[in-house]
């Protein structure tokens, strides 16, 4: 069949670039502010033993199905609990996560809440939780972490 | 502290600039060639039952650590065993995907092989394998799948 | 090396026995009150959307390194999940389960509290969170549940 | 409704009481003897860095739909894996496990066969796969395991 009768689908360029161009200009390669937060548009915030992450989902980070991508939202909950590891103790490394998708996402914005499930000096066990911009829970992940050494004296 | 006493560690610019403009250029929101592929540059092909994602991991998709960033391996993978499942089957969602984190990858090309655990009419199991550049196991993921409705007459 | 010198390690045959002997005389095979249940000492009660299963762990339900086995505590929690899915709405088949062994258990009363991530008509998500004698969490477990034809008239 | 008219469905206690019969009589809380392994009556042989967990299913195992309860399954994968790496490096202990199912048992012999997918030295990451009485693959699993100090003096 000719691609003549099939138009591209492309996505909001203008939304892509903006956040490419942030990230360009002030991206920088450490907790917070690396690169593909910065793309993504995480912002993050900490409270109580948790790490929020929040970000729009933008057309271009969406699946061929048209809604945010499985990748997109797993590396949103990485993020809230590897941030929140490095928060409250040291640098770890993700042995493994599992993500459960509940619900799909069209709509933000989206906030992903990484907190304990139980800390321990060499090993750490995270969750986080997923919601939709209607509040509603669109995806679950736990994590097990294994703790680098302890902070840096510089620690960002 | 001062940032003058901290100077920025910034991406490598020009690649990252580079996969961009041609994600922005040739995307196009289906299997293959949706945007966030084309930005990571993940290049597909399919045999015996198999899907690779194959592409180069560049800095802007690292971690504040400086090895590529869980969130775009699982990404990777993630397209790996959709992407079989549609190429075998139907279109599907992921019910949930775990992944093990076995080696830190710096160097590719990278290598994600998609395939299957176990395929079922309405569930199908698949499995994806993730291999640095030096042909070592880095990542291993497991995932469910529900499949949705049989492929349309226009499969793309 | 001579087995004399090394005396054999035995479990309490009495507490067995007890409850292998229950087993054999209660047991029915339908929800409450099938054979494995009653020969790990399960209680199951109900409230608020949740199912509680209670039991003590006695050494017959040991790994060789002298704690509740991985296996017993997964079946626990496989339990209140699968228990609390046909109390809610119907018989189930658990697609996958992942556990994480936060704290090794060696005394009880251990009880697994099953309940919902998200509830769906063909898909149910569904948490366990296992508690030892001292009330901390030993174990958390998310599964996903492929939900079975409607309940059965007799549904017990 | 009355109970009378609905008979309990009992398994084979004979099977039962033979098993139970040779854990009492044979068991030896150490790799490869210890009750939990004796009761189910698993049969460990080691070969290639592989560890098989075969066994009969008898019905007290079973789950209330008359297969094989998913937590025994877990159980033998489980040990597949931890007597593996008992077998090839030192004790473990599991840190997560996850279990997809993706086939019923009713007969068997069950075959379990545990082995590596990357060794550490203080983190291993092992999956099993086992099969039902027909060689079809019935339920696959993958875990990560800390390790614990180097072998004891007598390791058995």
Redo the contacts between chains.
């Keep these: ?1 000719s691609d003549m009768t ?1 138009p ?4 909001d ?1 203008a939304a ?2 903006q956040l ?1 161009g942030r ?2 200009d002030e ?5 917070g502010s ?3 937060a910065k ?1 993504f548009g995480f912002a993050m915030t900490y409270a109580d033993e948790r790490c929020e992450v929040t970000f729009e989902p933008h ?8 809604s945010l ?4 939202i ?3 909950m ?2 809230s609990m ?1 941030h929140l590891l490095n928060h409250l103790q040291s ?1 770890g ?12 996402i069209t709509k933000g914005p989206v906030k992903a809440v990484g907190s304990l ?2 800390r ?1 000096n ?2 750490c ?1 995270l ?1 986080s939780r997923l919601y939709d911009g209607e509040g509603e ?1 669109a995806a ?1 992940a ?1 994590s ?1 972490w ?1 703790v ?1 050494s302890s902070k840096p004296p ?1 620690p960002r």
């Design positions: 069949m099939e591209r689908k492309t996505v360029v892509a670039q490419f990230a360009i991206h920088d390669q450490k907790f690396f690169f593909l793309l057309d271009f980070m969406f699946n061929p199905q048209g991508h499985g990748g997109v797993a590396t949103a990485d993020v590897g640098r490394t993700t042995l493994e996560m599992k993500t459960q998708y509940v619900r799909a499930i139980r321990g060499s090993i066990f969750e829970l679950f736990t097990t294994k680098l510089t």
